[in-house]
């Protein structure tokens, strides 16, 4: 039997003020409120692809700019899905995806090893991506490998922004749902620990 997978975490800083509400095993749905219209729609997208029940308000000083919030929101909800995950026992624990959004193809590959790296392959080709700087697309994706304590490598190619972090974040979403799937009774590590 499957214990609730979920977790509550909040982050307060002097720049942000963030609460993420998690529940891994959900159906996809979302109420997300970041100040960054751009934002909210990836992470609802994150929600939905990824089955996951996903609460987010955040209040950040986006007077500066949006990258104290960006970072804060997935350093807040890394530490959530870390702490839902518990030990880790049974879930398959690797995963990948590739999602095509139009002219754009994005892939994940991730591990919920506890040990966080990122390598990632993004390039877009303008500033701002509605009102988040693209450089703070692929910053997000550190941020919660480091909170998350999970190895991610993600790419993505093609001519229109929008649809390249679009692509990325369901890859992104896919990946982790069949990470986070429960298969077995063991920790999925030769370790015993992870």
Same mark, same amino acid.
């Given at each position: 039997?499957?214990?609730?997978?979920?977790?509550?975490?909040?982050?307060?800083?002097?720049?942000?003020?963030?609460?993420?509400?998690?529940?891994?095993d959900?159906?996809?749905?979302?109420?997300?409120?970041?100040?960054?219209?751009?934002?909210?729609?990836?992470?609802?997208?994150?929600?939905?692809?990824?089955?996951?029940?996903l609460?987010?308000?955040?209040?950040?000083?986006?007077?500066?700019? !949006? &990258? %104290?919030?960006? @970072?804060?929101?997935?350093?807040? /909800?890394?530490? *959530?899905? $870390?702490? #839902?995950?518990?030990?880790?026992?049974?879930?398959?624990?690797?995963?990948?995806a590739?999602?095509?959004?139009?002219?754009?193809?994005?892939?994940?590959?991730?591990?919920?090893?506890?040990?966080?790296?990122?390598?990632?392959?993004?390039?877009?080709?303008?500033?701002?991506?509605?009102?988040?700087?693209?450089?703070?697309?692929?910053?997000?994706?550190?941020?919660?490998?480091?909170?998350?304590?999970?190895?991610?490598?993600?790419?993505?190619?093609?001519?229109? !922004? &929008? %649809?390249?972090? @679009?692509?990325?974040?369901?890859? /992104?979403?896919? *990946?982790? $749902?069949? #990470?986070?799937?429960?298969?077995?009774?063991?920790?999925?590590?030769?370790?015993?620990?992870?």
């Amino acid at each position: 039997m499957i214990t609730m997978r979920r977790s509550m975490k909040t982050r307060e800083t002097l720049e942000t003020h963030v609460k993420v509400d998690l529940e891994i095993d959900g159906s996809g749905k979302s109420s997300v409120n970041t100040g960054l219209g751009f934002l909210d729609h990836m992470l609802e997208s994150v929600a939905r692809h990824g089955l996951l029940d996903l609460e987010v308000e955040a209040r950040g000083d986006l007077e500066v700019d !949006d &990258h %104290h919030t960006v @970072e804060d929101v997935a350093l807040t /909800l890394g530490e *959530a899905l $870390r702490e #839902a995950l518990g030990d880790k026992s049974g879930i398959r624990r690797m995963a990948h995806a590739m999602v095509p959004m139009d002219d754009a193809l994005a892939t994940v590959a991730l591990d919920l090893s506890g040990r966080p790296y990122t390598v990632l392959e993004l390039e877009f080709d303008d500033a701002v991506i509605g009102d988040v700087k693209s450089q703070n697309i692929g910053h997000f994706i550190e941020s919660l490998a480091v909170s998350a304590a999970m190895n991610i490598h993600a790419s993505v190619r093609g001519r229109n !922004d &929008h %649809h390249k972090a @679009e692509a990325l974040f369901k890859a /992104l979403a896919l *990946a982790i $749902r069949d #990470a986070v799937r429960v298969e077995h009774g063991e920790i999925p590590s030769t370790k015993g620990k992870l």
